[in-house]
């Protein structure tokens, strides 16, 4: 199923009210060991582990898969054996996602044209025509003015209506890419809210690349706490973020970082290829941290839930979500 941009003024009044008529609870549903068993109205409901270990996936319902990371191209090739973004996108081949997100600095250092077209171009440019990017703060750094090599090689993928945030739709789900170096921008936030209003799809999953909350080098990062309101507000499902270079998975919460079974859930996935960063202070609600490993996240979407796994450049698979079903 192609994607399917977003067409702000197709929807009705009664349109953007079937997300609200539709809403449910979303389930988790991990099985590893210190999980506990619950029936639930005739459902089967396992709480998670604080915890939870990689575990087999289970088989999704019918749907479609994407590929997440951010922090991606080093300025290096394939022709070096530590070069590890070729690698990463060795995985995104095998996996063979419908479409590919990034989650910012996609480039380094500077995000140059140059630069993008002799690395970043070498390893996940084979999978350009179906990647959604989103901007990091490297993407800034250009030389040649803030975004302007990212603009560039990615063209109107990435400023489909001549900006640096987009949206657009995929089975049941809405997708929303944004540009978090300019959360301060009224523009952006007005544009936000007039998107999720227009939204008629059951699911939605935003991404930027500085996370609310993170337990790695840079920490929780507030420019995004009003983004995280207004999605929290129209019960999105999952933001996926990069920034700090490590692997990270939250239980649902609010804004305010308070544990909320009808919360957010944050995946933080900034192993796609640049140096990893430590784990400097567990947050709340953080239910799986890995550092100092490189790889991919795939996500298996279906019309009412999302999991993912944590897939490494040795193609083992290092963490696997709880099952969840959009509300």
């Known amino acids: 199923m192609p994607l399917t941009p977003r067409a702000m003024n197709s929807r009705t009044p009664e349109a953007r009210s079937q997300k609200t ?7 988790g549903v991990p099985v590893a060991a210190g999980a506990s068993l619950a029936l639930v109205g005739g459902v089967l409901l396992w709480s998670p582990a604080e915890e939870a270990d990689a575990s087999p996936t289970a088989t999704p319902r019918a749907g479609f898969t ?13 022709s070096s054996s530590s070069c590890k973004h070729p690698k990463t996108a060795a995985l995104v081949k095998q996996i063979d996602p419908s479409f590919v997100m990034t989650m910012g600095d996609n480039q380094y250092d500077d995000a140059r044209l140059k630069d993008f077209k002799n690395y970043y171009d070498k390893s996940w440019g084979a999978f350009k025509s179906k990647t959604r990017p989103a901007a990091g703060n490297h993407e800034t ?3 040649a003015g803030s975004l302007a090599g990212y603009k560039s090689y990615f063209g109107s993928v990435a400023y489909p209506d001549g900006k640096s945030y987009y949206s657009y739709d995929q089975g049941n789900w809405h997708f929303i ?29 935003a991404y930027w690349h500085h996370p609310l909350f993170s337990s790695g080098e840079h920490g929780n990062d507030p420019v995004s706490r ?7 507000d129209n019960k999105a499902e ?28 944050e995946l933080l996935g900034g192993m796609g290829g640049a140096n990893p960063y430590k784990i400097e202070e567990v947050q709340p609600n953080s ?41």
């Open 177 to 205: 890419a944004l540009d978090s170096n300019s959360f301060d921008d009224d523009e952006q936030i007005d544009w936000l809210k007039d998107d999720l209003a227009a939204n008629s799809k059951k699911c939605v999953a």
């Open 226 to 232: 009003p983004v995280w309101k207004l999605l929290y």
């Open 238 to 265: 999952l933001v996926l973020n990069g920034h700090d270079h490590h692997y990270e998975r939250f239980a649902p919460q609010n804004p305010d970082g308070k544990a909320d079974s009808n919360g957010i859930v």
């Open 141 to 143: 750094y250009d030389p």
């Open 287 to 327: 239910q799986k941290r890995i550092t100092d490993t490189f790889g991919v996240v795939k996500l298996n979407f279906t019309d009412t839930g999302f999991s993912w796994n944590l897939v490494a450049t040795d193609g083992s698979t290092k963490d696997t979500s709880p099952n969840y079903t959009c509300r």
């Open 21 to 27: 008529r539709s809403r449910k609870a979303r389930l």
């Open 66 to 78: 994407a590929v997440a990371a951010g922090d991606i191209a080093e300025q290096c090739t394939s």
